[in-house]
């Protein structure tokens, strides 16, 4: 089990910034990822950026060159760095660690924030 403590949700202006942080709590086990997703009313949740255990990052085309994930280590905690928000962007966001429990892995699911955006 991991708990997940999700902060930095705002409502905020189009070309606006935020950042967004899910701190994890420890756990024996590795992580595989972590990552964020977003879920605006009425449409199914989606990749936002994803980070897995050797730094790789994957970013969904409708945020790339506008939103950054990163990583601490030491604080278990993972970043994403909104720049030029645009009312689309407006959704809850949530944070997904996922565990490497060795035969299988398993998804946690942080409460998510809310990020609004107004044109």
């Known amino acids: 089990q991991v708990q997940l403590v999700e902060s930095g949700g705002d409502l905020v202006q189009a070309g606006g910034s935020l950042r967004l942080s899910c701190a994890a709590s420890r756990s024996p086990f590795s992580t595989n990822e972590m990552g964020w997703y977003r879920q605006a009313p009425g449409k199914q949740r989606e990749l936002v950026a994803v980070?897995?255990?050797?730094?790789?990052?994957n970013y969904a085309d409708s945020v790339k060159g506008r939103f950054t994930i990163s990583r601490d280590n030491a604080k278990n905690t993972v970043y994403l760095q909104m720049n030029s928000l645009k009312p689309e962007d407006t959704a809850v966001y949530y944070c997904?660690?996922?565990?490497?429990?060795?035969?299988?892995?398993?998804?946690?699911w942080g409460q998510g924030t809310q990020v609004t955006v107004s044109s």
């Open positions: 980070i897995v255990s050797g730094g790789t990052t």
């Open positions: 997904k660690v996922q565990l490497n429990y060795g035969l299988h892995n398993a998804d946690y």
